[in-house]
C-alpha cells in the first residue's frame, strides 16, 4: 500500500535564510559580501568563494546530525563551513591580513546574527545542549596570487533546529 509524505526540506530553508542574511548585510551602505550561496561539496565552496568579485562567501553543507528528543521530536543540528574572501589591490602586511580576515568573519557573524534562520533553535535534551546558532574558531590566510592579492577566512557554523517528529523532513 502506498504511503502518502509530505516533504518540507528544513535544511534548504536554513540555507537559504544563511545565504540571504549574508547577501542582505550592509557596511556604510555597501554590500558586505557581492556573492554568498551554498554549495554540495568543500571544492564548489572553495571555487565559488575565489572567483569573481570580493569580497564573497560560499557555505559548504557538510550535512545535519539528529538526536531523538523528547516526545519523539528531533533535535537537529545542521553543520555548514563558510568560506569567506577578499580581494585588496596591494599586498597586506601581516596585522593588516589579520584585520581583514577578521572584518570579514565578523561581517558574516554579524549578518546571520543580525536575520537568523527562523527556524534556528536551542535544541537537546537532559544531557547534551545546542545553541540555536553556534560558530566555530576561524582559520585565516592570505595569499598573493598573479597580482592579486587575497585574504580568506573560513568558520565553521551549525544551526540548532527541532523536528515536530521522525516524518517531518
Not at 565552496?45 to 564573497?56: K, Q
Not at 543540528?77 to 601581516?94: C, F, I, P
Request: hydrophobic content about 45%; charged content about 15%; some cysteine.
Amino acid at each position: 500500500m502506498p504511503t502518502t509524505i509530505t516533504v518540507t526540506n528544513p535544511d534548504a530553508t536554513i540555507l537559504d535564510s544563511l545565504v540571504a542574511a549574508l547577501l542582505a548585510a550592509r557596511i556604510s551602505g555597501a554590500a558586505a559580501f557581492q556573492s554568498a550561496e551554498a554549495c554540495i561539496s568543500e571544492q564548489q565552496a572553495v571555487e565559488s568563494a575565489c572567483t569573481g568579485s570580493a569580497p564573497r562567501a560560499a557555505m559548504w553543507y557538510m550535512g545535519t546530525e539528529e538526536t531523538t528528543g523528547v516526545d519523539n521530536q528531533r533535535n537537529c543540528v545542521l553543520s555548514a563551513r563558510l568560506y569567506l574572501y577578499g580581494r585588496g589591490t596591494a599586498a597586506l602586511d601581516k596585522t593588516s591580513a589579520v584585520r581583514e580576515a577578521l572584518r570579514l568573519v565578523n561581517a558574516a557573524k554579524n549578518a546571520i546574527e543580525a536575520a537568523p534562520p527562523a527556524l534556528a533553535v536551542g535544541c537537546g535534551d537532559n544531557e547534551v545542549y545546542h545553541e540555536p546558532l553556534r560558530w566555530g574558531k576561524p582559520v585565516l590566510s592570505n595569499a598573493d596570487d598573479n597580482g592579486a592579492h587575497w585574504v580568506s577566512a573560513q568558520v565553521d557554523l551549525s544551526v540548532g533546529y527541532v523536528l515536530a517528529s521522525p516524518t517531518s523532513h
